[in-house]
């Protein structure tokens, strides 16, 4: 991997947004570290690593600078470090490239993150389970409380505590699928013959669904109540293509950079 100074990824291990970061970095082979906080402490954290620019991770640090949002991130690594590139060279399909991968930012990832974690809530247990795996020791030695805490959370900052909002967003999961197949047609990339910042960002945000092996591993065993709604999906041409993306471009979690776990 390439080195370079200080370079820090501030993520959520859970979080789509945050892989779509991990992932970039990934492909460009950047050495970094990656650091995360307590999920609702992780506001603070970003405002102040960004002044009040951004409240939420993935949030970069590079060359003394510190970019918040995946796609201003993965402009950066296009700007810093432009090969391999993710972004085609060619102007048409450079623009529709950056259109799909805005087109999924807003109408995936807020979805799927709602509907996951409001079917989340149904299984106390595991849910507990999930969330104690990212909390600092000390907190996850009391899992019940916490997931109580991870439960308010995610209702206040996400509207997963309302079953009419997730209903809303399972619909905009299955449209988002849906237009992944149309976009896709018989090709096998988005945009042009080649992998980019589009197919990253559909594939980065659609792991919660497929959750492939060299994605994040946080929800692994899948839940019983998720794989029931997952399972019907898994031979639509969408799902498979998740899957082909993270095992033809991903590097495999297992030689992913050491995590630091930070509440500054």
Do not use: C
Not at 35 to 43: D, K, V, W
Not at 162 to 186: I, K, M, N, P, T
Not at 189 to 212: H, I, M
């Amino acid at each position: 991997m390439e080195r370079t100074g200080g370079t820090t990824l501030w993520h959520l291990p859970i979080s789509h947004y945050s892989e779509k970061a991990r992932w970039a970095l990934a492909y460009k082979s950047v050495e970094h570290e990656r650091r995360t906080a307590q999920a609702g402490m992780h506001i603070a954290v970003a405002l102040r690593l960004t002044r009040g620019r951004h409240y939420t991770f993935p949030v970069l640090e590079l060359d003394g600078e510190r970019i918040g949002d995946s796609t201003a991130i993965i402009a950066k690594l296009e700007e810093r470090f432009p090969e391999p590139a993710l972004y085609p060279t060619d102007p048409v399909e450079r623009r529709r490239a950056l259109e799909l991968e805005d087109w999924f930012d807003e109408n995936l990832g807020p979805y799927i993150r709602r509907f996951l974690f409001n079917q989340g809530r149904n299984d106390r247990d595991y849910f507990d389970e999930v969330v104690a795996r990212m909390a600092p020791p000390a907190l996850a030695r009391h899992k019940r409380a916490y997931g109580v805490g991870a439960r308010l959370f995610t209702a206040l900052r996400f509207g997963a505590g309302s079953s009419r909002a997730a209903e809303r967003a399972r619909q905009r999961l299955l449209a988002a699928l849906d237009r992944l197949e149309a976009e896709l047609g018989d090709g096998r990339y988005l945009v042009g013959d080649r992998f980019t910042v589009a197919d990253l960002t559909a594939a980065a945000l659609f792991y919660p669904l497929v959750l492939p092996p060299e994605g994040p591993q946080v929800m692994n065993p899948v839940a019983p109540g998720w794989e029931e709604f997952r399972s019907p999906f898994k031979g639509r041409r969408g799902y498979r293509w998740v899957e082909e993306m993270f095992r033809r471009h991903r590097q495999p979690a297992a030689t992913a950079p050491s995590e630091m776990l930070s509440t500054s």
